[in-house]
């Protein structure tokens, strides 16, 4: 299997935004599931927001409101983050069935 590629992230004011994105290390499939997970210091890994199949978006409720989970036809996953919280401060990796995590990318708001 191989590892998904995640970047777009950085240290950012609160209020402010962030674009993540996710690639595949090898040429695949159009995206069908896939979701984002994030891990803060001393914590597990936690799921942020997936899209099905068909579509369906779903959220934790931590970020409902402010952040938005896309794909395109170029097979690339995105995560908008808004209205950034200090509590947002972790690092977010993406997930689809058939590859292995990825480095993740370090999305930092300091208090």
């Known amino acids: 299997q191989e590892p998904l590629v995640e970047s777009g992230g950085g240290l950012v004011q609160p209020g402010g935004s962030l674009r993540l994105s996710c690639v595949a290390s090898?040429?695949?499939?159009?995206?069908?599931?896939a979701a984002w997970y994030r891990q803060a210091p001393g914590k597990e890994r936690e799921l942020v927001a997936n899209?099905?199949?068909?579509?369906?978006v779903t959220y934790a409720d931590s970020v409902k409101g402010r952040f938005t989970i896309s794909r395109d036809n170029a097979k690339k996953l995105y995560l908008q983050m808004n209205n950034l919280k200090p509590e947002d401060t972790a690092v977010y990796y993406c997930?689809?069935?058939?590859?292995?995590w990825g480095q993740g990318t370090q999305v930092t708001v300091p208090s």
């Open positions: 997930f689809r069935p058939g590859f292995t």
């Open positions: 899209i099905s199949p068909t579509g369906t």
């Open positions: 090898r040429n695949s499939d159009s995206i069908q599931y």
